[in-house]
């Protein structure tokens, strides 16, 4: 930008050695033409984007009703289909008890080591809100404007101090609000207690999670003509193949949800106006438009949400998404006012402060979340070169 500006005011520098303006001058002077068109840089205001709907994940785990005998998975284990007939059988042991499962944390285990409970988590939004803003991001700025009439006194090169005409004009703005935030959501556990028929502590010591079944560990023993040999000893552990109970508990502010929300993309505005220019000397002159505006504003929305508790899961829950792009058009107004310097007759410089509203915000949704986009007004500042034919 510092470039940009260097480039712009440079000729300022050499005011002093700048030509005299003229516009013909004595008999048969020519007035002011009639045709001026500008290319600058805009910066307008920010864009502010509310997110809502935010914080509800839902598990992809499949823990199954209560009664079928099935593969279920959990975030903190799993229990699978009984393999003591072999593995890949269709034929299994139909004793109500699975010999394949595998838990990971300590405190799964009740404290008589008569059960281990599984769980499977989700969480509900708390109407949580969080705002963005995307800060005036440079964009291009094209106008053409064409003189209708003068008015005031007549300055010595045959110029009216004033002057009046209509303008096109044409502006593109990227738009970036994007925020990182931590945010609490409702905890939803779903708690599965599933019993080891008293088999769990007696039957092996020193068991400490993370544990998988079937195992087994191998065994020297002393055969009768005292040479030794090895075998493998079964030590797998029993659990019932279906849930004993089942409990679902809510509490609130108990998830701390990691997110990300972003809403990205361009505003482009095509504006018409009317303009009056008033010159306070023969370089400086103020130059003041308003009209009517119609921009469109195309966009994606993002997000990506996790929640993860090391000490009870060994796998996050997360959701993300990112839309395709959309537009939306909006109706509005404009009003700027210009600040110009003129080095030669016909060429100058422009620094202006414009105002833009719109008729309405936006409101999109995406995985149930909403993004509230405010377009309905903002301020913010062009500079550029002008030149008049």
């Known amino acids: 930008m510092v470039t940009a500006l260097s480039v712009f005011v440079a000729p300022v520098a050499v005011l002093g050695q700048a030509p005299p303006l003229s516009f013909g001058g004595g008999i048969?002077?020519?007035?002011?033409?009639?045709?001026?068109?500008?290319?600058?840089?805009?910066?307008?205001?920010?864009?502010?984007?509310?997110f809502s709907g935010l914080g509800t994940l839902t598990s992809t785990l499949d823990s199954g009703d209560l009664t079928s005998v099935m593969l279920r998975n959990y975030h903190d284990g799993t229990v699978r289909l009984d393999q003591r007939a072999g593995a890949g059988s269709q034929a299994?042991?139909?004793?109500?008890?699975?010999?394949?499962?595998?838990f990971v944390f300590p405190e799964q285990a009740s404290a008589d080591g008569q059960s281990i409970n599984f769980h499977t988590y989700s969480t509900l939004g708390e109407d949580t809100v969080i705002e963005s803003d995307s800060s005036g991001l440079p964009g291009v700025?094209?106008?053409?404007?064409?003189r209708i009439a003068g008015y005031g006194k007549r300055l010595p090169d045959t110029r009216r101090s004033g002057s009046w005409g209509v303008t096109l004009g044409f502006g593109v703005t990227d738009i970036n609000a994007k925020t990182r935030e931590n945010i609490t959501a409702t905890l939803q556990t779903l708690t599965d207690s599933y019993s080891v028929d008293g088999a769990f502590i007696p039957i092996i010591e020193n068991v400490s999670p993370p544990y998988s079944s079937p195992s087994s560990k191998t065994v020297t023993i002393v055969n009768d003509d005292g040479t030794t040999s090895t075998i493998s000893l079964d030590t797998s552990i029993l659990l019932s193949n279906r849930?004993?109970?089942?409990?679902?508990?809510s509490e609130p502010g108990a998830a701390d949800i990691e997110g990300?929300?972003?809403?990205?993309?361009?505003?482009?505005?095509?504006r018409a106006g009317v303009w009056t220019r008033f010159y306070a000397t023969r370089r400086l002159?103020?130059?003041?438009?308003?009209?009517?505006?119609?921009?469109?504003?195309?966009?994606?929305?993002?997000?990506?949400?996790?929640?993860?508790?090391?000490d009870r899961m060994i796998d996050e829950l997360r959701e993300t998404d990112e839309s395709t792009s959309e537009s939306h058009g909006v109706f509005g107004y404009y009003g700027s006012v210009d600040l110009e310097f003129w080095f030669t007759s016909k060429t100058g410089l422009f620094v202006s402060a414009v105002h833009e509203g719109s008729s309405s915000d936006l409101e999109i949704e995406l995985g149930g979340r909403r993004?509230?986009?405010?377009?309905?007004g903002g301020t913010g500042f062009r500079f550029g070169i002008t030149t008049m034919f």
């Not at 700025?141 to 064409?146: A, F």
């Not at 990300?260 to 095509?270: L, N």
């Not at 993004?371 to 309905?376: K, L």
């Open 260 to 270: 990300y929300w972003q809403i990205k993309g361009a505003a482009g505005t095509m």
């Open 371 to 376: 993004a509230e986009i405010d377009v309905s």
């Open 92 to 102: 299994q042991i139909d004793d109500g008890f699975t010999d394949t499962w595998g």
């Open 285 to 310: 002159s103020l130059r003041a438009s308003a009209g009517v505006s119609y921009s469109v504003l195309g966009y994606k929305m993002k997000y990506d949400e996790r929640l993860f508790m090391q």
């Open 141 to 146: 700025d094209l106008e053409l404007g064409w």
């Open 28 to 50: 048969g002077a020519v007035s002011e033409p009639g045709g001026s068109f500008s290319f600058g840089v805009r910066f307008s205001g920010s864009t502010s984007v509310k």
């Open 243 to 249: 849930p004993v109970t089942r409990t679902i508990t």
